[in-house]
């Protein structure tokens, strides 16, 4: 079981930066992967990055492609998501994800993972 908690979201003007923070919890959190996701209002969640459980791959949307950047420490079992330049486009629920398996591989897949946390408001104005 893992349990995960977002922080760091908030409201900002356009180019500016933040960083969300997904917390976990559980005696398994370090070997999971995990993936970070957005929905906007009125649209379906899509992912944004994701990075290995061990932290030696990432991947990102092309929308996050050159300014978010994901990582981890393990040692605090917290997993980061750096946005930069943010743009009113990116106002989302943010939401960390964790699969079931345990050091495996990230996915962009939504349906991959089971295991979610409660979200973060990040509202970009212009």
């Known amino acids: 079981q893992v349990q995960l908690l977002e922080s760091g979201g908030g409201s900002v003007q356009a180019g500016e930066s933040l960083r969300l923070s997904c917390a976990g919890s559980g005696p398994t959190f370090s070997s999971h992967a995990i993936g970070w996701f957005r929905q906007a209002p009125g649209k379906e969640r899509e992912f944004v990055a994701e990075?290995?459980?061990?932290?030696?791959?990432?991947y990102y949307s092309d929308s996050a492609k050159g300014r978010f950047t994901v990582s981890r420490n393990n040692s605090k079992n917290t997993v980061y998501l750096d946005v930069n330049s943010l743009k009113p486009e990116d106002t989302a629920v943010f939401y960390c994800?964790?699969?079931?398996?345990?050091?495996?591989?990230?996915?962009?897949?939504?349906?991959?993972?089971?295991?979610w946390g409660q979200g973060t408001q990040v509202t970009v104005f212009s």
């Open positions: 994800a964790a699969p079931p398996e345990f050091r495996g591989y990230p996915s962009v897949l939504l349906d991959y993972y089971i295991y």
């Open positions: 990075i290995k459980w061990d932290g030696l791959r990432t």
